[in-house]
């Protein structure tokens, strides 16, 4: 499965001290009125369109992380009600089947998703901050304002150009034109990602030629080279450059929140990924380190993006792609349609041709998989990624196929039914019901779209492949089987009516 980041593998919290700036309310306040505006279908468009911004969480009541957001959430709209202006914060629970027409409209994959709206909802983009309340109230309160500050003094640079992130400054002997108004449109259309100000007057800027009056945009980086210029000021072209400039020629993971943003965008790329982990703390780290360097520069601009990813900081990537320890250090490419290439053990003088052979297409595919079972004599059988293709797609049977995880609650609900499902099917040698962790093997992304558990997939005898949208019911998963497998293969004297039971037994199990 390819890398999905919507990313809530690398949420950070950022920590802002208590200010001047901070509204304090008193908790008997604070439990006497809630802040949180609530929004449904009936009210959504009339609360929306009269205000200039406006900040909307989409949430299921069931979900983990809405529930850890949600008093997070409640103390920063506290705070924000007393901004000047205020700042509404809102909430829908689009778990609910009325309101799903506006998660579809705001294009709500997953929760919590939470959309900045502006213009009377005209504008929506996503939310990408903290999610703890001081970094909210920090973070909507710069995206409140103007998209791009204007930097008057050499003050102004030093409190907005950090040395530790991206900031972009466009140089401009006056503030108009069609220069400045395409900067300003990219300002605004990337403001949740980067930070951005203009300036007529490049002597006030840290680093960088001082001579220059413009129209130029100056990109400040924290890595590689550590400012970049670029006058083409079609907007597209910024977008481009910022894009690109904005991705180290190497990203760094380890434990340094600083780096976070980094590995996300890695993550976000289209690029093959390749990845070398290794423990930081080891002395050979340091070769290591230059030579994949040198091959990071050698392949710039080749469709591979690198990261270099302490063991330490990596356990959630090794438990992902199901590697040990022992392997490190390690060397892993992917590719965007979910297929892995694995070097294991290796030298930094491998690193090089290791890479070019993968990129000639030398190096075969590595998939992750548990062993095979040595045993597999349950009703309900176990799949693993070797044995994918031979159980359910050679054995020329019907095959209802669930992909589930262990610590999926619905996953466990669902377990026993299949149990009854398989045991209805015991002395159907067409039939096979099976299940496949999909935590612990690869799936091909090509042939099973699988974004949560549980994912149930049902192969006929002939062919067709059919993601199941029946009933989680014994019956309902008998009906579907028996209308979409191929009848060529069955027992002609095996019936419906012989799997579910009588009638009135099927009503007494329900």
Request: a negative charge; hydrophobic letters at 35%.
């Amino acid at each position: 499965m390819a890398i999905r980041v919507s990313i809530c593998f690398f949420l950070f919290a950022l920590t802002i001290f208590a200010s001047s700036s901070f509204t304090r309310i008193s908790a008997e306040e604070a439990e006497s009125k809630e802040f949180v505006l609530t929004l449904d279908h009936t009210n959504f468009s009339d609360i929306v369109s009269k205000q200039d911004f406006i900040v909307v969480e989409f949430y299921a009541p069931w979900c983990g992380h809405c529930k850890k957001l949600a008093p997070e959430y409640e103390k920063a709209a506290s705070v924000l009600s007393s901004h000047d202006p205020p700042i509404t914060l809102a909430k829908v629970d689009a778990n609910e089947e009325v309101n799903k027409e506006l998660a579809t409209e705001f294009e709500v994959k997953g929760f919590p998703t939470i959309k900045i709206l502006r213009n009377g909802g005209k504008h929506a983009q996503e939310y990408k901050g903290p999610r703890d309340a001081d970094g909210i109230v920090a973070y909507l309160k710069k995206q409140s304002g103007p998209a791009s500050a204007e930097i008057k003094s050499v003050e102004d640079a030093t409190s907005l150009i950090d040395d530790k992130k991206i900031f972009i400054v466009g140089v401009f002997p006056k503030f108009s034109g069609e220069e400045f108004e395409n900067f300003t449109a990219l300002a605004e259309k990337l403001r949740s990602e980067y930070e951005f100000g203009h300036t007529s007057d490049a002597k006030l800027l840290p680093r960088g030629e001082s001579s220059v009056t413009g129209p130029i945009v100056r990109l400040f980086k924290p890595f590689d080279e550590l400012i970049v210029d670029s006058q083409d000021f079609h907007v597209d072209a910024l977008e481009k450059f910022v894009e690109k400039s904005s991705l180290p020629v190497v990203t760094v993971f380890n434990s340094d929140p600083n780096n976070h943003p980094f590995v996300v965008k890695f993550f976000n790329s289209p690029n093959a990924k390749a990845m070398l982990f290794l423990n930081f703390s080891n002395e050979v780290a340091d070769p290591f380190q230059s030579k994949y360097r040198e091959v990071a520069e050698q392949f710039k601009g080749e469709g591979i993006s690198f990261l270099i990813g302490d063991l330490d900081a990596s356990q959630g990537a090794f438990q992902y792609f199901g590697l040990s320890e022992d392997q490190v250090p390690l060397i892993i490419i992917q590719k965007d349609n979910g297929q892995k290439y694995l070097k294991a053990n290796l030298e930094p003088d491998h690193i090089a041709p290791w890479v070019k052979a993968y990129k000639d297409g030398e190096v075969p595919a590595y998939k992750k998989s548990e062993p095979i079972p040595e045993s597999n004599n349950e009703p309900v059988k176990v799949v693993v990624a070797d044995t994918l293709q031979d159980i359910v797609f050679n054995s020329g049977k019907n095959v209802l196929i669930e992909f589930y995880a262990p610590w999926c609650g619905h996953c466990k609900k669902l377990a026993p039914i299949l149990d009854e499902v398989a045991v209805s099917y015991e002395n159907d040698a067409a039939v096979v019901i099976a299940k496949l962790d999909a935590t612990a093997n690869d799936i091909p992304s090509d042939t099973f779209d699988v974004k949560g558990y549980p994912t149930l997939y049902f192969k006929s005898a002939n062919g067709d492949l059919l993601q199941y949208d029946g009933d989680r019911t014994k019956e309902g998963i008998i009906e579907y089987i028996e209308k979409n497998r191929d009848k060529t293969t069955s027992q002609e004297k095996t019936t419906l009516e012989d799997k579910t039971g009588s009638q009135d037994a099927s009503k007494d199990e329900l």
